[in-house]
T-cell receptor
Framework: AQSVTQPDIHITVSEGASLELRCNYS??????LFWYVQSPGQGLQLLLKYFSGDTLVQGIKGFEAEFKRSQSSFNLRKPSVHWSDAAEYFC??????????????FGTGTQLKVEL | DGGITQSPKYLFRKEGQNVTLSCEQN?????MYWYRQDPGQGLRLIYYSQIVNDFQKGDIAEGYSVSREKKESFPLTVTSAQKNPTAFYLCATSDRGLHGYTFGSGTRLTVV
């Protein structure tokens, strides 16, 4: 069974500082990995995804993530955090269902607070 | 403007009543999903449907029911059998292939 661990429940960074959110996955085959962001009371928005190829993936809003198979990790990074990045971040691992749909398993999320 | 509409945004019900949450999409996506979100527990899959008139149970289907009579609609009924129904409910869709999900803005259900 697939699973995702986000070891940090809360992270606080100063505006302008760099950010790294950790994600570890467990999956028997080649993983398909995602990062989503959620503002309070809203749905989730896709930041980036990894399927294959280059292990460094660029996403929206200046985020990037690096896939490391040897460490079963897919950490999210941003060089300089803005106050508007304060939100909850979810890592997910997924696969394609027989009928063409997707089955995603989500981590428990990391709440990011940005200090001005 | 393509998207997913979940209604209502907030819903209050008395204990023992069934309640139906609406999810409508105009993205022409084949698959639709219902997730439940509780603080500190992430998202848990309730039901999903990959095609009209067909759906499968997710990880926490007990106390919930769904229907998929139209491609655009995937309503979720929270029945009185659900022991702890107060939560934030998210509907999502996906196209064929592994593209990830598009999410609606959610419905917060409070049962008193």
């Amino acid at each position: 069974a697939q699973s995702v661990t986000q070891p940090d429940i809360h992270i606080t960074v100063s505006e302008g500082a760099s950010l790294e959110l950790r994600c570890n996955y467990s999956y028997g085959a080649t993983p398909y990995l995602f990062w989503y962001v959620q503002s309070p009371g809203q749905g989730l928005q896709l930041l980036l995804k990894y399927f294959s190829g280059d292990t460094l993936v660029q996403g929206i809003k200046g985020f990037e993530a690096e896939f490391k198979r040897s460490q079963s990790s897919f950490n999210l990074r941003k060089p300089s955090v803005h106050w508007s990045d304060a939100a909850e971040y979810f890592c997910a691992v997924g696969y394609i269902l027989t009928g063409g749909g997707n089955k995603l398993t989500f981590g428990t999320g990391t709440q990011l607070k940005v200090e001005l | 403007d393509g998207g997913i509409t979940q209604s209502p945004k907030y819903l209050f019900r008395k204990e023992g009543q069934n309640v139906t949450l609406s999810c409508e999409q105009n993205l022409n996506h084949d698959a639709m999903y219902w997730y439940r979100q509780d603080p500190g527990q992430g998202l848990r899959l309730i039901y999903y449907s990959q095609i009209v008139n067909d759906f499968q149970k997710g990880d926490i289907a007990e106390g919930y029911s769904v229907s998929r009579e139209k491609k655009e609609s995937f309503p979720l009924t929270v029945t009185s059998a659900q022991k702890n129904p107060t939560a934030f409910y998210l509907c999502a869709t996906s196209d064929r292939g592994l593209h990830g999900y598009t999410f609606g803005s959610g419905t917060r259900l409070t049962v008193v």
